[in-house]
């Protein structure tokens, strides 16, 4: 009972940007705190693709156990607002997601967050590290900052013994058209 309740005095809000790369988060940090999943990517396109990584992240949520919030809206004009300044269009599709993610832990009276993008070798890991840092001083929720790339490939094991539905490409149309790799 005890031990319950330090976990949830120690809850985290995982910005959760698809099913698989939960996998490479959950099994660890919920050893050591009361996970609550945020699924906010209104940078996933085209909207079969946003709803087939938002029910991949549903599964996985019932499967382990976690509370998923959503935030279901496809919002594909809010995150054109975001590559207004194309070049710099993953820094601002970055800030965007975990600004959000911080400003919803607030409201939800968690005290910290962090993001299953840190899973991905494939992300700029040190741009999201930076970024959660400075969000965190400016809205005062922590931000939880861990290395989860060396859970990457456990993460694609245990996806596929899942069956989940794993992506092609990072999110948006242009890396639709760009990756070549499996994020
Ligand atoms: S490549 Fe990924 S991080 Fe960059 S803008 Fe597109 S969806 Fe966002």
Redesign the pocket.
């Known amino acids: 009972m005890q031990e319950r309740q330090e976990k949830i005095s120690r809850a985290v809000l995982v910005h959760t940007c698809c099913g698989p790369c939960m996998t490479g988060v959950f099994p660890e940090l919920s050893k050591e705190k009361k996970i609550y999943g945020f699924f906010y990517n209104p940078?996933?396109h085209p909207l079969n693709e946003f709803s087939a990584r938002l029910m991949t992240a549903g599964f996985v949520a019932s499967q382990f156990g976690f509370k998923l919030f959503v935030d279901a809206d496809y919002g594909i004009a809010r995150w054109l607002e975001?590559?207004k300044d194309f070049e710099k269009?993953?820094s601002?599709?970055?800030y965007m997601r975990l600004k959000r993610t911080a400003e919803f832990a607030e409201e939800k009276k968690i005290k910290s967050f962090t993001t299953t993008l840190l899973v991905s070798p494939y992300?700029d890991h040190e741009y999201i590290k930076e970024t959660g840092c400075a969000i965190a001083k400016k809205t005062g929720v922590e931000f939880f900052y861990r290395d989860f790339r060396k859970n990457y490939q456990d993460s694609i094991k245990k996806s596929k013994e899942m069956l989940l539905y794993r992506q092609k490409y990072?999110?948006?149309v242009?890396?639709q058209e760009n990756?070549k790799v499996k994020h």
């Open positions: 940078n996933i975001v590559v269009r993953c601002g599709c970055v992300q990072c999110g948006c242009f890396s990756d």
